[in-house]
């Protein structure tokens, strides 16, 4: 699999402390499953409505898969579509960007949709 940019939602202060640190080990999920989540371009506004809706204070980051090195691997998750998994640290240094993300909270999702398309947008993306 060979996406051209890969995503990280994280909380700001996660964020914050990972550049830092110039490691990102993952979030609580991350570490409880043993691998950094991620996603490609067209899995992040669902992965952002399902898990991350309603919340303010979030940071999308966004990475070429070379600079995660042999640690990526793509791995069938969310209706056997190939996800982007980190097994190991991520170099917040090696991110093509980063960028605050505020998600509304809605019934349908179709905001938070909204709001990830348009931080993308504003990347080039």
């Not at 950094?36 to 409505?49: F, I, M, N, P």
């Not at 605050?100 to 990347?123: C, K, N, W």
Request: no cysteine.
């Amino acid at each position: 699999m060979n996406e051209e940019i890969v995503y990280k939602l994280v909380g700001a202060d996660e964020w914050a402390e990972a550049v830092r640190a110039g490691r990102f080990a993952g979030a609580g999920i991350d570490l409880a499953d043993g691998y950094v989540h991620l996603s490609t371009g067209a899995q992040v506004a669902e992965t952002a409505r399902r898990h991350f809706a309603g919340r303010d204070d979030l940071v999308l980051a966004a990475w070429r898969p070379a600079a995660l090195g042999a640690a990526l691997r793509w791995e069938p998750s969310r209706g056997g579509a190939l996800f982007p998994h980190v097994y190991g640290v991520v170099d917040p240094a090696a991110a093509l960007w980063s960028a605050p993300l505020d998600l509304p909270a809605t019934p349908d999702g179709d905001h938070v949709a909204e709001a990830v398309l348009a931080a993308l947008a504003a990347h080039g993306h």
